[in-house]
């Protein structure tokens, strides 16, 4: 710094020493994710005060332009599956199960008290089943698990283009000031990765581009079966189902099984 101001006061590089440290600290604001974060240790302080004075006439009394002064890359880092479960997707696979299993069990199917390893009775689905029909459900379950399985990998190529794409957006969008200059990269986390820690993702309720493209990523990515997410509804799969989208009716081998037609079978 002392360098650089030397050399501009020799208008030997453009620029002034007070345009320099203030574009300075507003890239020290951005790559932070706000002006707040640079004097979170202690607010109140009138050095803080200082800061945030002249930090807002730079980016802004909002952080409204705060984002053009970014020079570090930008890494979202998202668990596509926690989306899912969030969401309880899941359960529109388990409901698929379970109305093949009364398809082809009827009432025996359903969950009958047996006593548990500690003798207390417990609710076991299927305890009424022999050998050669559990071996049949279970086939069931091996060919929905592995569609997914399928749809997982699908969705979690979505979300990673879905950021991508409003990534590129932004650049393009003047009234964003995202710089074009600025790299945009996605991390996948992996629940069956030991190397991939959930602790790495994104915090989505922070300020900055990473939460920003975390949260559109969430909500704009559309889930296995077309429909995009109601975060207000975290039973997300009884919408799917309602919708028609049951997912073994996109498995050739069981979609003779139709849908439930009674709102006790659904």
Known sequence: MTRAIRAMNNNQRPGDGSEFITHLIAA??????????????????????GVRELLASTVGEDDEYLISHRTAPVEVVIDPEETLDDLGIYQAYEASADHIGRQLFGARYEAVEQPGPDGQPVMVRRGQLTIDELEQIEAVDDLIWDLYD????????????????????????????????????VRLLDPNNPADNRADQTNG????????????????????????????????????LAAGHWPHLRIPELARYGVPTTPKEN
């Open 150 to 185: 399928a749809d997982l990998a699908t969705y979690r190529a979505a979300v990673a283009d879905t950021i991508t794409s409003e990534a590129e957006r932004l650049r393009n969008d003047p009234h964003s000031q995202l710089p074009p200059h600025l790299s945009v990269t």
């Open 205 to 240: 309720w922070e300020p900055g581009i990473e939460s920003q493209l975390f949260q559109h990523a969430r909500e704009a990515t559309p889930l296995p079966g077309g429909l995009l997410p109601d975060w207000s509804n975290y039973r997300m799969h009884e919408e799917i």
């Open 28 to 49: 020290v604001a951005a790559n932070l994710g706000s002006s707040a974060a640079v004097i979170t240790s202690r607010p109140g302080s009138w050095e803080a005060a």
